[in-house]
């Protein structure tokens, strides 16, 4: 597709299970990013992969939050132990690998957790 | 730190008035600033960016200018339309690729 896509766009949880959370870039993307956007409030950052790697996961907010992308393109973001802080709205974005880029936005996946 | 600070919603305005919608920033160094708009039930886009101060992004009717002085990145339009009502983001990048992104600033735009 042309753009980023996301999958599920809406996900419930019960409090404790395990989510996954995939995120399809845009094709030659090297770059790619995972944000948290809590009702009211603008993205947070979490974590970012250039290619492969991880080069950034300085925003995961505890060890709960995994993330990977292990052939540089799809990325999966999963959340263990589930706990209902962690209801939120979860957006990938990607760009080209120059730094200050524009990000281009997938639609998110809106998680809650009962 | 990096931050951004948006005026806070919602705007509610008639069709045809002006718009401004603040947005400070707090960076080191020279960051790079953009505005991203939601519309409902879509992702974000970009709206509009500016890489070094004095520079004016502007698409669509918006305009922003990069005042480095006094921090800001100021969003303004001469005359709304209803398909502007939407939800719009500050934000900015300095090194590398981290966003900082303000609140958001709902718009809603009545006929």
């Known amino acids: 597709g042309a753009g980023v896509s996301q999958s599920p766009r809406y996900k419930v949880a019960k409090r404790g299970q395990d989510v996954a959370l995939r995120c399809d870039p845009i094709?030659?993307?090297?770059?790619l990013f995972w944000y948290q956007q809590a009702l009211g409030q603008g993205p947070e950052f979490l974590t970012y992969?250039?290619?492969?790697?991880?080069?950034?996961k300085s925003g995961l907010p505890s060890d709960r939050f995994f993330a990977e992308r292990p052939e540089g393109s799809v990325s999966t973001l999963k959340i263990q132990r589930t706990q209902q802080e962690d209801s939120a709205v979860y957006l990938c974005?990607?760009?080209?690998?120059?730094?200050?880029?524009?990000?281009?936005f997938g639609p998110g996946t809106r998680l809650t957790v009962l | 730190g990096n931050s951004v600070t948006q005026m806070e919603g919602p705007v509610t305005l008639s069709e045809e008035a002006f718009l401004t919608i603040n947005c400070t920033y707090t960076?080191?160094?020279?960051?790079?600033l953009f505005w991203y708009v939601q519309y409902p039930g879509e992702g974000l886009q970009l709206l509009l960016k500016a890489t070094k101060a004095d520079d004016k992004g502007s698409n669509k009717g918006f305009e922003a200018t990069y005042r480095k002085e006094t921090t800001s990145f100021h969003l303004e339009k001469g005359s709304v339309q209803v398909s502007d009502s939407a939800v719009y983001f500050c934000a900015l990048v300095r090194t590398g690729n981290q966003f900082y992104f303000g609140t958001g600033t709902s718009l809603t735009v009545i006929p």
């Open positions: 974005a990607s760009s080209l690998a120059t730094e200050k880029r524009e990000q281009f």
């Open positions: 992969f250039q290619n492969e790697a991880q080069l950034d």
């Open positions: 094709s030659g993307h090297v770059s």
């Open positions: 960076a080191t160094g020279y960051p790079s």
